[in-house]
């Protein structure tokens, strides 16, 4: 099994940045796709953004195009979602999720095996 736990959450004013990280442990000898996901309280968890296994597909949710970007280093097993541009819309929980799988990704929730316990970002008006 894999294991998940992100960092780097924090309280950032309007307009700053943060980067956050997901560190993978468990049985990480083979690479999977790696989502994020984010829940502000009494809404849905929403998709953020995707990264294949390889790194050489990425997508995000039109919300947060041309503002966030996602890396992998899986060297380090280890993915990242570079956060610019903040704005207080953007509080909430940011979680990391696998899909446990190298075929396309579906940018969905249900699709997704192995989650994060979450870290928090607010982002200050």
């Known amino acids: 099994q894999v294991q998940l736990v992100e960092s780097g959450g924090g309280l950032v004013q309007a307009g700053g940045s943060l980067r956050l990280s997901c560190a993978a442990s468990g049985r990480t000898s083979s690479k999977y796709n790696m989502a994020w996901f984010r829940q502000a309280p009494g809404k849905e968890r929403e998709f953020v953004g995707a990264?294949?296994?390889?790194?050489?597909?990425?997508h995000y949710a039109d919300s947060v195009k041309g503002r966030f970007t996602i890396a992998r280093d899986n060297a380090k097993d280890t993915v990242y979602l570079q956060m610019n541009s903040l704005k207080p819309e953007d509080t909430a929980v940011y979680y990391c999720?696998?899909?446990?799988?190298?075929?396309?990704?579906?940018?969905?929730?249900?699709?997704?095996?192995?989650w994060g316990k979450g870290t928090l970002v607010t982002v200050s008006s």
């Open positions: 990264i294949s296994w390889s790194g050489g597909y990425i």
């Open positions: 999720a696998t899909d446990m799988s190298r075929s396309a990704i579906a940018p969905y929730a249900d699709a997704m095996h192995v």
